[in-house]
């Protein structure tokens, strides 16, 4: 499996609490991606970055917030956590601007109450 | 991104091959099938990914038809822990675009005793 962490694995948080998830890896990989998974929707793009401090929106960025200070980590933060924000994030890490594939970590279950 | 259609679900005998459709009828050139599976409470993971050659690796095998128009994963020997969900995706394998990878609601695959 490819060298990604992600922490925590699970979280209750409540509304109106900013909460920051954090991904972690060890393969040195140049792009990494924080996905939103929800039922009946599938796998949603947040953000994704494409080198250290350089960062772009996905589909679904209102509310989440991104930062890469360096290779290896790519924090997620909900600046103001929303009940809409319960879901599954995965986060992912792909070697180079090629055809290479998007290898995923294990997720982070964030529950908002 | 090319649309992509798969069953919603198939079974398969333990030990049996399993062979997983996928049409994308409106394939670009420039554009490579993947194959990633999600088991539950997991992160996607890759498995095997083309542009028009058939390829193997040691999870499966990719078929890619001629015309480009559909495609089949082949899991050799089927076992109980490849139940999954299986998605094929299709998508250009660099610049921006590819960024955003879709993944629509693939096939269940179960593999029974």
């Known amino acids: 499996d490819a060298g990604i962490t992600q922490s925590p694995r699970h979280k209750v948080t409540e509304t109106g609490t900013p909460v920051t998830l954090r991904c972690h890896q060890t393969?040195?990989?140049?792009?990494m991606y924080w996905y939103r998974q929800d039922p009946g929707h599938g796998l949603r793009l947040i953000h994704y970055?494409?080198?250290?401090?350089?960062?772009d929106k996905g589909e679904v960025s209102d509310g989440y917030s991104v930062s890469r200070s360096k290779t290896e980590d790519f924090l997620l933060t909900l600046e103001s956590a929303t009940s809409s924000q319960t879901s599954v994030y995965f986060c992912?890490?792909?070697?180079?601007?090629?055809?290479?594939?998007?290898?995923f970590g294990n997720g982070t279950r964030l529950t908002v109450t | 991104d090319a649309k992509t259609t798969q069953p919603t679900s198939m079974d398969c005998a333990e030990g049996r091959a399993a062979n997983l459709p996928c049409n994308h009828s409106?394939?670009?050139?420039?554009?490579?099938v993947y194959w990633y599976r999600q088991i539950h409470s997991q992160g996607p993971q890759y498995i095997i990914h083309?542009?028009?050659n058939n390829e193997t690796n040691e999870m499966a095998s990719l078929i890619i038809t001629e015309d480009r128009k559909s495609s089949t994963l082949i899991l050799p020997h089927a076992t109980l822990r490849d139940t999954a969900v299986y998605y094929c995706?299709?998508?250009?394998?660099?610049?921006?675009?590819?960024?955003?990878?879709?993944f629509g609601k693939g096939t269940l695959l179960t593999v029974n005793p």
């Open positions: 992912a890490i792909k070697q180079r601007d090629t055809n290479s594939p998007l290898h």
């Open positions: 393969e040195n990989h140049r792009y």
């Open positions: 970055s494409y080198g250290v401090k350089d960062t």
């Open positions: 409106t394939i670009s050139g420039n554009e490579y």
């Open positions: 083309g542009l028009k």
């Open positions: 995706i299709v998508r250009v394998g660099s610049g921006g675009s590819n960024y955003k990878l879709t």
